[in-house]
């Protein structure tokens, strides 16, 4: 899809500050929230992937959630306190997806690890070091922080990237 295609989908942008991950301080991203024609409600998949073109120019395969972890490469995170130290070594790095299990979701199948998919934006500059990740939640694009997951009850199952 280029690049003009997706900015004419963007209703607004919400400004998230990030630690550069290179240690070179602090860097602004313009988090893009799609108007629900552009990207539907209850397509976090889409969200993501135009979201990881718009801001990190990652091309990830258009899939259902569930289904990514069959195209691209994926590292299985046992429990949420895991994520912390895989972020620590690199493992999850700016730009790349988690795949979240939601307790409640009307889309959860025994076959399915999880029905979310979320985009990492980095370590948060503003919230004393809390990672955040931009997703859109059936109709509502947000920028959520890792420990709201947590918070919610929710379950990140894999860490997805491009091989």
Known sequence: ??????ATGIERLMRVKIEDSEGMGVKTLDVPV??????????CARYTRLAA??????EYPVHAAWELADEIGTQKVENND????????????PGRLIGVFIPDS????????????ALYLGVSADR???????EQMIDKTRVQPFFGYCMDGLQIKDILFLK
């Open 1 to 6: 899809m280029p690049e003009e295609d997706i």
């Open 34 to 43: 799609f108007n629900l024609k552009f990207v539907e409600e209850r397509n």
């Open 53 to 58: 073109k718009y801001l990190f120019g990652l």
């Open 82 to 93: 895991e994520l912390i130290e895989l972020e620590a070594a690199g493992i999850l790095s």
């Open 106 to 117: 009307k889309s959860n199948l025994d076959t399915r690890a999880y029905t979310h998919v």
């Open 128 to 134: 004393r070091g809390d990672m955040l990740f931009a």
